[in-house]
């Protein structure tokens, strides 16, 4: 969403509420965490009641969001500034939120994503190319390959696509190919 349309879309909680609420609606549907069914009346903001088992159930049940304590304009902004890169301590003073939330806040976005990711096609296909890097700054001893107290990277990228980046205890063949 470009900028216009979320300060438009976040003038109000109400405009807000509607906007998740129908991008919810549209990616996975909504249904009745007791029973499954997909019929529900609208109560209010916090809550819809199913037809079928007359529960009330919150229309953020089953999502990622649910055990996030903050307003849906919060939250909005939240993932705009995330989207921008915005670092999560500047983001929780610019929006007068908890530093905790909005950490918790940013770390859910993360898993969201990485969760999608996962479950995209996970074979690589065409050229692709492999290496191993040693992390962990300099030490005394031996350099490069096999040197000690060092975090071993193994990556595979695919020629104008998909990366795939494993952290290995060593680098012998049969750890390489379960990778």
Do not use: W
Request: proline share 3%; charged share 30%; hydrophobic share 35%.
């Amino acid at each position: 969403m470009d900028l216009p349309e979320l300060i438009k879309t976040c003038k109000t909680e109400e405009r807000a509420f509607d906007y998740f609420f129908n991008e919810i609606q549209e990616i996975k549907g909504i249904k009745c965490p007791s029973c499954g069914g997909p019929d529900y009346y609208l109560m209010n903001q916090k809550r819809l009641r199913c037809k079928k088992c007359r529960r009330d159930y919150s229309p953020f049940s089953g999502t990622p969001i649910f055990g996030l304590k903050i307003s849906i304009v919060s939250l909005l902004l939240l993932i705009k500034l995330f989207e921008l890169e915005i670092s999560a301590r500047k983001a929780s003073t610019q929006l007068e939120i908890s530093y905790p939330t909005t950490l918790k806040a940013f770390d859910l976005f993360r898993r969201s994503i990485a969760c999608h990711l996962a479950k995209q096609d996970s074979l690589l296909k065409g050229e692709i190319e492999a290496d191993e890097s040693y992390f962990g700054g300099r030490r005394k001893g031996k350099r490069g390959r096999g040197a000690g107290h060092k975090t071993i990277v193994f990556g595979i990228l695919q020629r104008g696509g998909k990366v795939s980046v494993s952290i290995l205890t060593n680098v012998k063949a049969e750890s390489l190919m379960t990778e």
